[in-house]
């Protein structure tokens, strides 16, 4: 379950988390989500090796940043703007203040470096040591956004794939930061054809063996050979379902059928079914069907 923190109060002196992925299993990312103080004076960045995306999705600040000693760099960012910064960078020293009288926010996404190697390495073939991203600022990205908010959204209200969504999601991050914010062009190398018949079988019959397990993109992937972002895909393109939203499916099947044809309680009904719980099976039931588990057993 994603970690809720208690509301802002009218005036902070440090960000307050209020949103975490932190409980949520994910897997190649992290995410949290912060109510931002008006103004701030003499923060330093920590060090880490994984890269961080950050979102404004309230508010506007001007911002200035500088290594130690070094000049000052200065821009203001509004709401829907982004921040990239690689791993591996030192440290330097941050400044804001808020622009608007509306309270800022910012959505923080890290992105682990193992993943981001291992992406490049299976998806152009060189080494990833020669490949860095570069930094950016106060700039704009729809599908890097469109991720985060989906990310969000998936923290606020938890389905029983969250786990494969989130990594779905961070395999199309890395592969999008590769392709438009490293300091070489370098090309993806793309399957020359789809999915067979036979593999998606051998993937759906892997998923209905395994439905009430923790399923990864990973090993989802190797039944059909390929590596997890090609894998997502081509399996898009050949049942016209993502990964989460087909395993989703099978779930709610699996439901479905146990409800009309067994006595189970719901809340083994809900095990059986890969749900991490009865809450979770009754909110992703009715958002499939408009109506509760308990409702669909008395009516058949």
């Known amino acids: 379950m994603p970690v809720k923190i208690r509301k802002p109060e009218n005036r902070l002196t440090a960000p307050l988390l209020f949103l975490s992925s932190e409980q949520s299993g994910w897997e190649g990312l992290s995410l949290h989500a912060f109510h931002e103080p008006v103004e701030r004076?003499?923060?330093?960045?920590?060090?880490?090796?994984d890269t961080s995306l950050v979102l404004f999705t309230r508010g506007a600040m001007h911002m200035g940043y500088r290594s130690f000693n070094g000049p000052w760099k200065e821009f203001n960012i509004h709401q829907g703007d982004l921040l990239l910064r690689p791993g591996g960078r030192t440290p330097y020293e941050v400044r804001?203040?808020?622009?608007s009288s509306e309270p800022a926010q910012t959505l923080h996404l890290h992105l682990d470096k193992d993943l981001l190697v291992r992406t490049a390495a299976e998806l152009t073939g060189s080494d990833p040591s020669r490949l860095s991203l570069v930094e950016r600022s106060a700039f704009q990205d729809p599908l890097l956004t469109q991720i985060s908010l989906a990310l969000w959204?998936?923290?606020?209200?938890?389905?029983?794939?969250?786990?494969?969504?989130?990594?779905?999601?961070?395999?199309?991050?890395?592969?999008?930061?590769?392709?438009?914010?490293?300091?070489?062009?370098?090309?993806?190398?793309?399957?020359?054809?789809?999915?067979?018949?036979?593999?998606?079988?051998r993937v759906?019959?892997?998923?209905l063996a395994h439905l009430n397990q923790d399923l990864s993109l990973e090993a989802l992937a190797q039944q059909a050979g390929f590596s997890p972002y090609h894998f997502a895909r081509l399996f898009r393109q050949a049942t016209g379902e993502s990964p989460h939203q087909f395993v989703l499916?099978?779930?709610i099947e699996r439901a479905q059928h146990l409800l009309k044809e067994t006595d189970m309680p719901l809340a083994h009904v809900a095990l059986e079914s890969g749900f991490a719980n009865q809450s979770h099976l009754t909110?992703?039931?009715k958002r499939y069907h408009g109506l509760?588990?308990?409702a669909y057993r008395l009516d058949y």
């Open 41 to 49: 004076e003499d923060w330093i960045t920590p060090t880490t090796s």
């Open 249 to 251: 499916r099978q779930r």
């Open 283 to 285: 909110r992703a039931f």
């Open 153 to 201: 959204h998936e923290l606020e209200q938890p389905s029983s794939s969250g786990k494969l969504y989130a990594q779905t999601a961070a395999q199309m991050l890395a592969v999008h930061l590769l392709r438009h914010y490293t300091s070489a062009e370098k090309a993806i190398r793309e399957p020359l054809q789809g999915l067979t018949r036979r593999q998606v079988q």
């Open 96 to 99: 804001w203040r808020g622009l």
């Open 292 to 294: 509760t588990p308990r």
């Open 204 to 207: 759906t019959d892997f998923v």
